[in-house]
């Protein structure tokens, strides 16, 4: 295994390359990236850099000499167009083809884009060029409008408060979240948005987006068009399998691996947004689309090629800043029961616990990172608790881990 190619240059792709070279691959890395920007990461996209309190470079992943002093083959901006696997070739946009040993495709998600009347008006919020687009156009603007109240619209929310301008999300599904946090926390993630001014009108669905030249129009699925000045669309992401489907190799929902990463050819595997993989915590397949999963992914199938690895079996875990509130999800749940609550949620300091058969599943903690902390030593550890004693806060959590 002389050389390893790489597709995709961010999270994963890059956590691939520099894994590599931590355990010891001494052979070629060529790393394919479609973007002009060095591998890096994206949640500050749709936070600090948004609003100017970082610059873009503070998404990259790894010092500046990186890709020099690990000996990296960076083709940075160039996409990866056909791959040959009898051949075991990429071929290339510029018309580069690079042969490989091993192959890893990293290649991410693209957002789902409107399909409206007038849909061309509408923004998007994936890459570093779309943030410092929506950032140029938040400077002159009085008001947007966020179509989508999941993580992303409701971040873009936020930052856009916090900038000093109005903001009406409009959302087709009955609460905010719907597809990835229960009731609950939909609910306080609503008011939370309500008390900073968010219009945030819920079953409310878009119908059309008009421009006059100066300003656009929005015509809800229901009530009366208004004026706003950037229309951006959070409607979730596609996985970017097509590459990986041309060449023949298993997908459902993202391209199928196993718990080392390895795809239906074993020359190639697959790492991030981008792959459905096996949990055995879970006991199910998923696709995920979270900063650990690609980073800690990424990290498994490096080690794979390696031959040491012991395969990704980690819990989910999802984080977001809004506001002044840190959020962070463990576990993934099929079903949501009703939470064990610990600490002052109406003061948004504190968690909830998801329990089956006297086990934690799940916990949801707000500005409660401690909490969380625990509680997964406590899931790993597939302790029993009682709801009591964990509803008490006279109950160190600490103690738990003792009864354990």
Same mark, same amino acid.
């Given at each position: ?16 390359? +520099? ?29 600090? /850099? ?56 990293? &290649? ?32 002159? !603007?009085?008001?947007? &409008? ?51 001014? /968010? ?22 699925? &229901?009530?009366? !068009? ?43 595997? !697959? ?31 490096? +080690? ?42 109406? !003061? ?57």
């Amino acid at each position: 295994m002389n050389r390893i190619v790489i597709i995709g240059a961010g999270q994963a792709g890059g956590w691939v390359a +520099k894994t590599l070279r931590a355990e010891g691959f001494t052979g070629e890395i060529a790393l394919i990236g479609d973007e002009p920007h060095p591998p890096h990461e994206r949640p500050p996209l749709s936070k600090s /850099v948004l609003m100017g309190e970082q610059p873009a470079s503070s998404c990259h992943l790894f010092p500046e000499d990186f890709v020099a002093t690990e000996r990296i083959d960076h083709h940075q901006g160039v996409s990866a167009v056909r791959i040959d696997r009898a051949a075991r070739t990429v071929e290339c946009g510029n018309g580069a083809t690079l042969a490989y040993d091993k192959l890893v495709l990293a &290649t991410g998600a693209r957002v789902r884009k409107l399909t409206l009347p007038g849909a061309e008006h509408a923004l998007y919020l994936r890459s570093i060029a779309d943030s410092a687009d929506l950032k140029d156009r938040f400077s002159r !603007a009085q008001h947007v &409008t966020i179509v989508g109240a999941g993580w992303i619209g409701l971040e873009v929310a936020a930052a856009a408060r916090k900038l000093g301008l109005a903001a009406t999300v409009l959302e087709a599904l009955p609460r905010v979240c719907a597809r990835s946090v229960p009731a609950e926390v939909s609910d306080l993630l609503a008011g939370l948005h309500r008390e900073h001014g /968010v219009d945030l009108r819920l079953e409310c669905g878009i119908s059309g987006i008009a421009s006059d030249g100066s300003r656009l129009s929005v015509q809800p699925a &229901t009530g009366a !068009a208004f004026a706003t000045d950037v229309v951006v669309a959070g409607i979730g992401v596609l996985p970017n399998v097509e590459l990986a489907q041309a060449a023949g190799l298993a997908i459902d929902n993202g391209i199928v691996v196993d718990e080392h990463g390895r795809t239906s050819d074993p020359s190639i595997s !697959a790492a991030g947004d981008v792959t459905l993989h096996p949990n055995r915590l879970l006991g199910r397949t998923l696709r995920l689309e979270s900063w650990a999963n690609a980073q800690n992914q990424a990290i498994v199938v490096a +080690k794979a090629l390696m031959d040491k690895s012991e395969g990704y079996a980690e819990l989910p875990w999802f984080w977001s800043d809004q506001y002044d509130v840190n959020l962070q999800i463990l576990g993934q749940p099929q079903r949501w029961t009703q939470p064990v609550v610990r600490g002052d949620l109406a !003061a948004r300091r504190g968690s909830l616990f998801y329990l089956r058969d006297n086990k934690i599943e799940a916990v949801v903690a707000i500005n409660a990172a401690r909490d969380l902390s625990i509680a997964r030593r406590l899931i790993q550890r597939s302790i029993r608790v009682s709801a009591e004693r964990l509803a008490d806060p006279a109950t160190k959590l600490d103690a738990l881990l003792k009864a354990g």
